[in-house]
């Protein structure tokens, strides 16, 4: 499995590498505006691309990485929440059927008939 991951990571790599490669143009990036013009600057097009793709996963992969971290604690209180419950000891004990059908012969019959 280690190996799959290794080359998956290569064929990524190779390809944001190919890619930054065929878009090195320069382009102009206005950042904010000024009095006179705006903040520019010049940067390869490759970069801005991969800039604003982080700019969108970042924020996700934390969202993603908060669900996780949530839903690894509920697992984890719940499971500690069996664990009590299946070492605790039973406060009464349960009748057995042997005293019911004592106190059922106990009782007086009905000898009115």
């Known amino acids: 499995m280690q190996i799959v ?4 990571w290569i064929v990524i790599t190779a390809i944001l590498v190919a890619f930054m490669a065929m878009n090195w143009d320069r382009a102009p990036v206005n950042f904010w505006p000024l009095e006179d013009s705006y903040l520019r600057f010049e940067w390869p097009v490759g970069i801005i691309a991969l800039f604003f793709f ?3 996963l970042v924020p996700m992969w934390l969202l993603h990485r908060a669900g996780r971290w ?3 604690r509920r697992i984890s209180a719940l499971e500690n929440s069996i664990r009590v419950a299946a070492s605790a000891v039973p406060l009464s004990s349960p009748s057995t059927p042997e005293s019911d059908t004592e106190t059922e ?3 007086p019959e009905d000898t009115t008939s």
């Open 105 to 107: 012969t106990a009782k």
């Open 54 to 56: 982080l700019l969108g």
């Open 70 to 72: 949530r839903q690894n």
């Open 5 to 8: 991951r290794t080359l998956v």
